[in-house]
Antibody
């Protein structure tokens, strides 16, 4: 069974750094893209970008380029989403999701990680 | 890249059919046959319902169907059931491995 399990909720202060994780299992982790999707409180889904764990090739939405960093550790089948300096406006639920190479949809999703940034 | 435009809400009675539109441009919806639809229940992760305009993943009810005409894609739910009450999002490929989501539609079963 394909599973994406995300790390737990985080509460941080503005200016702090953060790295959240998404562990894949039940499939060949290096053969699928992992995407990240933001959902701000009460709002819609936003496509942040994707990373290919096989070679760490990454594509960022222009809205998120330079604001976050994607990474992956093949040895532990885990992808990461990282901020160097959080802002209150980063408060949101973040989902990871799996995308087949050559496909244009997310077929399996993590449960989400709630990030709260507040002073 | 702006979000694709969806109606904020659509409602219907049990057993009825409803259609949710997803309007973009020739640079996204109109330019590729790569539109997907996701269902999201409150406080749950999204679930893939339709991919590549009109294809259903295994396990998704055949009451859900997708289509596209020009720059507008549509999701139709037939035989509406209480469990279909949720938010629905379309998404389209926009080139360079990127995608954009729609604004989302809240479906209410009366």
């Amino acid at each position: 069974e394909v599973q994406l399990v995300q790390s737990g909720a985080e509460v941080k202060k503005p200016g702090e750094s953060l790295k959240i994780s998404c562990k894949g299992s039940g499939y060949s982790f290096t053969k699928y893209w992992i995407g990240w999707v933001r959902q701000m409180p009460g709002k819609g889904l936003e496509w942040m970008g994707i990373i290919y764990p096989g070679n760490s090739d990454s594509k960022y939405s222009p809205s998120f380029q330079g604001q976050v960093t994607f990474s992956a550790d093949k040895s532990i089948t885990t992808a990461y989403l990282q901020w160097n300096s959080l802002k209150a406006s980063d408060t949101a639920m973040y989902y990871c999701a799996r995308k087949g190479d050559g496909n244009n949809w997310f077929d399996s999703w993590g449960q989400g990680t709630l990030v709260t940034v507040s002073s | 890249q702006s979000a694709l435009t969806q109606p904020a809400s659509v409602s219907g009675s049990p057993g009825q059919s409803i259609t949710i539109s997803c309007t973009g441009t020739s640079s996204d919806v109109g330019g590729y046959n790569f539109v997907s639809w996701y269902q999201q229940h409150p406080d749950k992760a999204p679930k893939l319902m339709i991919f590549d305009v009109s294809n259903r993943p295994s396990g998704v009810s055949n009451r859900f169907s997708g289509s596209k005409s020009g720059n507008t894609a549509s999701l139709t739910i037939s035989g509406l059931q209480a469990e279909d009450e949720a938010d629905y999002y379309c998404t389209s490929y926009i080139g360079n491995s990127a995608q954009v989501f729609g604004t989302g539609t809240k479906v209410t079963v009366l």
